[in-house]
């Protein structure tokens, strides 16, 4: 239900053609005041600020372009190092005729990021052919590391194949690279191994040796392809992070996690995953047995990353879900994870021990809305509701149970799997053991009563310093669209449609690192079904689908976009300081 509004976001801001600045009435910020609580909207006639630390917010935030891509492209695997250097890719690109070209793993050289003058000119939305064709960036130049297809002298069959698990076949080519992590290798961070996912049906991870050069480039040695066998295969390796500890967090974006019944079904061809698609599952598994669904749609940690052989370990403790990533705080035992898609919910992870995630506690976020529909304004209070404890140990038994089921198994309207009905049993009246919370997550999060409305919620991000000595004491989430569910005047979210080109939500950190509040920083341009001369059917001058986040050792934060409403996809910075 609705809740009477007292106070709305201190940073929020719409950035509608003029990008003008959004403000509340009751509780936004004043000339004097005491600062709020460690990590919370601080108290009505605070001067400027949101939490312990806090940011100067006297000025309107501003958002300016500082990347934009090819057409057809998209903006993936932003990640920036200890030195404020940004790796990002250029997923699946076309020409100007709509054909396909090979997709970009890369890296901004010579720019250090935190170090951008604010007072910089934005870099101008692309007009010309050669505009549009181009990677441009405000400042340095865009070094493309490898292509897909690329370097076939030092991987088998070149950069971001899939290939079976025993080496000897391609099964295909992907176009879509999407999480970077870079692990520096040395005291400088001048050497180091760059980890790629390739988000495709099965999924690969590459890892590039690099080295810097004096120009400031890289130089690429030796590519290795992350061996799955062991976890018995990926699907859709998508968005993630690097953990406090050093070890590389893909995300298994099984978008269809909650539709498991369709899985042994041969003649779903256009789910995704597919039967198709699990049959390239299978023949790079070796195998003519249909696997198990449940093992598919976790956070997967790539330990002894820099090792010989990278080892694999999927954490079931964090849920079965479309994962888009997982991000560690600083007390490295809560976790929070994004649930890519349309009806999706949220989630937290409190680890038992520090450092290890294979046991804890997992949680689903339910919201409460303010009084007001219009989405650049409401905020939620977040409740969160205990779904299950466990280990991946014994998950692995529940998971296991269900081992063995075929296509012949497949009845129409029925499931072989896990029913609802013992789902809402288990909800109800605490029949049955936990695997429901962890192996159908987000059918658990429903009947226990959160919120499973989110559309197509993306990256998550903290500056990670900034999180633990509370002087950016704040996370950001991309959410894509703000539609269906969330627009559909029912249930906990009830927005108008007026984000449709998506937003940017800000959550404040508490000194534990839970969160209670999300609140919209920057939403996108109104959205025109006729687009412009250019294509564009979201205002060009804003966000749109935002996707990956960074935040920046000063605040700042870089938002990149995945979507087909801006002729070419755009990186955005944004400064809550109003520079």
């Not at 994004?338 to 976020?365: H, I, M, P, Q, R």
């Given at each position: 239900?609705?809740?009477q509004?007292?106070?709305?976001?201190?940073?929020a801001?719409?950035?509608?053609?003029a990008?003008?600045?959004?403000s509340?009435?009751?509780?936004?910020d004043?000339a004097?005041?005491?600062?709020?609580?460690?990590?919370q909207?601080?108290?009505p006639?605070?001067?400027?600020?949101d939490?312990?630390?806090?940011q100067?917010?006297?000025?309107?935030p501003k958002?300016?372009?500082v990347a934009?891509v090819?057409?057809?492209?998209?903006?993936?695997?932003?990640f920036?190092t200890?030195n404020?250097?940004?790796?990002?890719?250029v997923q699946?690109p076309e020409d100007?005729?709509?054909n396909?070209t090979p997709a970009?793993?890369g890296f901004v050289a010579n720019l250090?990021?935190?170090?951008?003058d604010?007072?910089?000119?934005e870099?101008?939305?692309?007009?010309t052919d050669?505009?549009?064709?181009?990677?441009r960036?405000v400042?340095?130049s865009?070094q493309a590391?490898?292509m897909?297809d690329?370097?076939?002298d030092k991987v088998t069959f070149?950069l971001?194949a899939?290939?079976s698990s025993d080496g000897?076949?391609?099964?295909k080519?992907?176009?879509?690279?999407?999480?970077?992590?870079?692990i520096?290798a040395?005291?400088?961070?001048k050497?180091?191994?760059l980890?790629t996912?390739?988000?495709?049906?099965?999924g690969?991870?590459?890892?590039?040796?690099?080295?810097?050069?004096?120009d400031g480039?890289?130089s690429?040695g030796?590519i290795?392809?992350?061996?799955?066998?062991?976890v018995l295969g990926?699907i859709?390796?998508?968005?993630?992070?690097?953990?406090?500890w050093g070890t590389p967090?893909?995300?298994?974006?099984?978008?269809?996690?909650?539709?498991t019944?369709?899985w042994n079904?041969?003649a779903?061809v256009?789910?995704y995953p597919?039967?198709?698609?699990i049959?390239?599952?299978m023949?790079?598994?070796?195998?003519?047995?249909?696997?198990n669904?449940?093992n598919?749609g976790y956070?997967?940690?790539?330990?002894?990353a820099m090792?010989?052989?990278?080892?694999?370990?999927k954490h079931?403790?964090?849920?079965?879900?479309?994962h888009?990533?997982?991000l560690?705080?600083?007390?490295?035992?809560t976790?929070y994870?994004?649930?890519d898609?349309?009806?999706k919910?949220f989630?937290k992870f409190?680890?038992?021990?520090a450092?290890d995630?294979?046991?804890?506690?997992l949680?689903?976020?339910k919201?409460?809305?303010?009084s007001t529909?219009?989405?650049?304004?409401?905020g939620?209070?977040?409740?969160?509701?205990e779904?299950?404890?466990a280990s991946?140990?014994?998950?692995a038994?529940?998971?296991?149970d269900?081992?063995?089921?075929?296509?012949?198994?497949?009845?129409e309207?029925?499931?072989?799997?896990i029913?609802?009905?013992e789902?809402?049993e288990?909800?109800?009246n605490?029949?049955?053991d936990?695997?429901?919370?962890f192996?159908?997550t987000l059918?658990?999060?429903k009947a226990?009563?959160?919120?499973v409305?989110f559309?197509?919620m993306e990256?998550i991000?903290i500056n990670?310093?900034?999180?633990?000595?509370?002087?950016?004491?704040?996370?950001y989430?991309?959410?894509?669209?703000?539609?269906?569910g969330m627009?559909?005047?029912?249930?906990d979210?009830?927005?108008d449609?007026?984000?449709r080109c998506?937003?940017?939500?800000?959550?404040?950190?508490?000194p534990?690192?839970n969160?209670t509040?999300?609140?919209?920083?920057?939403?996108?341009?109104?959205?025109?079904?006729?687009g412009d001369e250019?294509?564009?059917?979201?205002d060009?001058?804003g966000?749109?689908?935002?996707?990956?986040?960074?935040?920046?050792d000063?605040?700042?934060?870089?938002?990149?976009?995945?979507t087909?409403?801006?002729?070419n996809n755009?990186?955005?910075?944004?400064?809550?300081?109003?520079?």
């Amino acid at each position: 239900m609705l809740k009477q509004n007292l106070k709305l976001s201190l940073l929020a801001v719409s950035v509608v053609f003029a990008l003008t600045a959004c403000s509340g009435d009751d509780g936004t910020d004043g000339a004097t005041g005491s600062q709020g609580p460690a990590g919370q909207d601080g108290a009505p006639g605070a001067p400027g600020v949101d939490g312990a630390a806090g940011q100067d917010l006297t000025a309107a935030p501003k958002l300016s372009r500082v990347a934009t891509v090819p057409v057809g492209a998209e903006i993936t695997g932003m990640f920036v190092t200890d030195n404020d250097e940004l790796f990002f890719n250029v997923q699946h690109p076309e020409d100007l005729d709509g054909n396909a070209t090979p997709a970009q793993v890369g890296f901004v050289a010579n720019l250090d990021w935190s170090k951008l003058d604010p007072r910089t000119a934005e870099l101008t939305a692309p007009t010309t052919d050669a505009e549009k064709m181009a990677v441009r960036v405000v400042s340095g130049s865009y070094q493309a590391l490898g292509m897909a297809d690329g370097h076939q002298d030092k991987v088998t069959f070149g950069l971001g194949a899939i290939v079976s698990s025993d080496g000897t076949t391609e099964l295909k080519q992907s176009q879509d690279p999407d999480f970077n992590a870079f692990i520096a290798a040395d005291a400088a961070g001048k050497e180091g191994y760059l980890f790629t996912a390739w988000e495709d049906r099965p999924g690969t991870m590459s890892r590039m040796a690099l080295s810097m050069q004096d120009d400031g480039t890289w130089s690429v040695g030796d590519i290795i392809n992350v061996d799955f066998s062991g976890v018995l295969g990926t699907i859709i390796n998508c968005f993630g992070s690097l953990s406090p500890w050093g070890t590389p967090l893909t995300s298994e974006e099984n978008y269809e996690a909650e539709n498991t019944s369709q899985w042994n079904n041969t003649a779903y061809v256009d789910g995704y995953p597919s039967y198709t698609d699990i049959k390239l599952l299978m023949d790079y598994l070796g195998t003519n047995a249909l696997p198990n669904p449940y093992n598919y749609g976790y956070i997967v940690e790539v330990t002894d990353a820099m090792g010989t052989n990278p080892t694999p370990v999927k954490h079931y403790t964090l849920g079965r879900a479309a994962h888009e990533n997982a991000l560690v705080m600083p007390d490295w035992k809560t976790v929070y994870t994004t649930d890519d898609g349309t009806n999706k919910g949220f989630y937290k992870f409190v680890a038992k021990t520090a450092g290890d995630l294979s046991e804890g506690t997992l949680y689903a976020a339910k919201l409460t809305q303010d009084s007001t529909s219009d989405a650049a304004k409401a905020g939620f209070d977040i409740q969160w509701i205990e779904l299950g404890t466990a280990s991946n140990a014994q998950i692995a038994t529940w998971i296991a149970d269900y081992d063995g089921i075929t296509e012949a198994d497949y009845v129409e309207g029925q499931t072989s799997y896990i029913t609802d009905a013992e789902i809402q049993e288990w909800a109800d009246n605490g029949t049955g053991d936990d695997r429901y919370a962890f192996l159908e997550t987000l059918k658990a999060a429903k009947a226990k009563g959160a919120t499973v409305e989110f559309r197509k919620m993306e990256g998550i991000a903290i500056n990670y310093n900034g999180a633990a000595n509370n002087s950016i004491p704040y996370m950001y989430v991309a959410m894509s669209e703000v539609r269906s569910g969330m627009t559909d005047g029912q249930g906990d979210i009830q927005v108008d449609e007026s984000a449709r080109c998506g937003a940017v939500y800000r959550f404040g950190l508490h000194p534990d690192y839970n969160v209670t509040r999300m609140d919209p920083v920057v939403v996108g341009g109104a959205y025109n079904s006729q687009g412009d001369e250019h294509g564009n059917r979201c205002d060009v001058n804003g966000i749109s689908n935002p996707d990956n986040l960074a935040v920046l050792d000063d605040g700042r934060v870089l938002i990149g976009e995945d979507t087909s409403n801006h002729t070419n996809n755009a990186m955005w910075i944004y400064n809550p300081k109003g520079e």
